[in-house]
């Protein structure tokens, strides 16, 4: 988050030097936008570490800070443009900007226990008592005994996971999330960023264009928190995704039954309903996610459907401002916009419908096939790195290593130490 606070700073700082409309691409474009993203994924992480029972209240906490900041930099921008010119607006956002560097400052790891040595095989006794006592209690004496190894705990007792995760693509729920936000932003920001020029065009002084966005931001500051508390009741929290859909569908039809606003008033309407429904869709998305994935997985899943959004983004508001451009007719962008994001909503519900059918079709005690938990996956993945050999896996019929016929069963019970059943030996 520090750097990325730099980068976004920077590119803003270099954009008011700018002579070319490239330069611009590369600088408040490319630069800021990589610092920016720098700063939004390790935040959500962040969220997800520090709490589970309240998370979506806090996810929708959090989400609260963008409609402040989108309610104010309408008439900001339009502010700092009339009195220090497009280049000082921009050198003043690159110092506004450094605070994110700040909000990293101030982020810490979740407080937990410190990281301690902890045996693979709790029942599994020293292989040479004599050995031991010669050796006292040191780590390293242990360490080096066969069948005894210590294994240091990463903070907070999380097991050590790799960088990025691609496996998490071949889980449905993932891929229904992942389809549902491509879906999903290729129409939802296209009414807000072509709002002020469909008011402008509709005969609506400049000023009063500008604060059509501040009214969604208003809203969406109430809507957010709110959607989050909503989210995290005990009967709703287990239907997350069909909150979600419905705010997405929501949205939709929103867009659908405000294509033709003309008026001020109209368009005022329109940014009420439109800042509810965006702000549902801020607070859940995050949340839906991570209920899907489960906490392990989802600093891997977040960068990939962030990466399918900025797609998705990439795709949709441009073609709507081509066809602006084209057929001089604002009204059809907020068909297409409002369909897809409905279609969205309509997909997320069906498939999720679907998938939960399969789930609870299920025997007990099975798991279907891309279905397991992230703990439950990291717990295999320890147990299966800290299984001794000869050792049996809890609940299994048949030994790891079946013992030759003719070892001694004096033996075998010397391997199995105090407490451990000799047959499984």
Same mark, same amino acid.
């Given at each position: ?108 790891? @979740? !407080? *937990?226990?410190? $990281? #301690?040595? =902890? ?9 040479? +008592?004599? %050995? ?21 705990? @990463? !903070? *907070?007792?999380? $097991? #050590?996971? =790799? ?9 449905? +729920?993932? %891929? ?250």
């Amino acid at each position: 988050m520090l750097v990325g606070g730099l980068l976004a700073s920077a590119g803003m700082v270099l954009a008011s030097f700018a002579t070319r409309l490239l330069e611009l691409y590369l600088t408040a474009g490319v630069l800021t936008g990589l610092g920016l993203a720098l700063n939004f994924q390790p935040s959500l992480i962040m969220l997800g570490l520090y709490f589970e029972r309240r998370r979506p209240l806090a996810n929708g906490l959090a989400a609260a800070g963008s409609p402040v900041f989108l309610s104010a930099l309408s008439p900001l921008g339009q502010q700092l443009l009339e009195h220090f010119g497009w280049r000082g607006g921009f050198l003043l956002l690159g110092g506004l900007l450094l605070h994110c560097c700040a909000c990293g400052a101030v982020m810490r790891p @979740p !407080p *937990g226990p410190g $990281p #301690r040595p =902890r045996r693979d095989s709790a029942d599994d006794p020293p292989a040479d +008592a004599d %050995a031991e006592a010669g050796a006292g209690a040191g780590a390293g004496a242990d360490a080096e005994r066969p069948g005894l190894r210590l294994r240091e705990a @990463p !903070p *907070g007792g999380r $097991p #050590r996971r =790799r960088l990025l995760d691609v496996a998490v693509c071949a889980d449905r +729920a993932f %891929a229904v999330y992942a389809l549902t936000k491509f879906l999903m932003a290729l129409g939802l920001f296209v009414p807000a960023i072509l709002l002020v020029n469909y008011a402008k065009d509709a005969g609506v002084p400049d000023a009063d264009a500008a604060f059509l966005l501040s009214v969604v931001g208003f809203v969406d500051i109430v809507a957010r928190p709110a959607c989050g508390a909503l989210a995290g009741l005990a009967r709703l929290r287990p239907h997350v995704a069909y909150l979600f859909s419905l705010a997405l569908v929501a949205n939709g039809l929103t867009d659908l039954s405000s294509a033709r606003a003309r008026s001020y008033g109209a368009l005022v309407a329109f940014c009420v309903a439109f800042g509810l429904s965006y702000g549902m869709v801020g607070a859940l998305q995050f949340e839906v996610l991570m209920a899907a994935v489960g906490s392990l997985r989802f600093p891997s899943a977040l960068g990939l459907v962030l990466l399918v959004e900025a797609v998705a983004v990439l795709i949709g508001p441009p073609s709507a401002g081509r066809l602006v451009d084209a057929l001089k007719n604002y009204e059809i962008i907020f068909y297409l916009a409002g369909s897809e994001v409905a279609l969205a909503g309509i997909f997320m519900a069906v498939a999720t419908k679907c998938c939960l059918r399969r789930s609870r079709d299920t025997p007990p005690g099975q798991v279907a096939e891309g279905g397991a938990s992230d703990t439950e996956d990291a717990e295999a993945e320890v147990d299966s790195e800290a299984l001794p050999t000869g050792a049996e896996e809890p609940g299994s019929r048949e030994p790891l290593e079946v013992p030759s016929p003719g070892a001694r069963p004096a033996e075998a019970e010397v391997e199995a130490g105090p407490g451990r059943d000799t047959k499984s030996v």
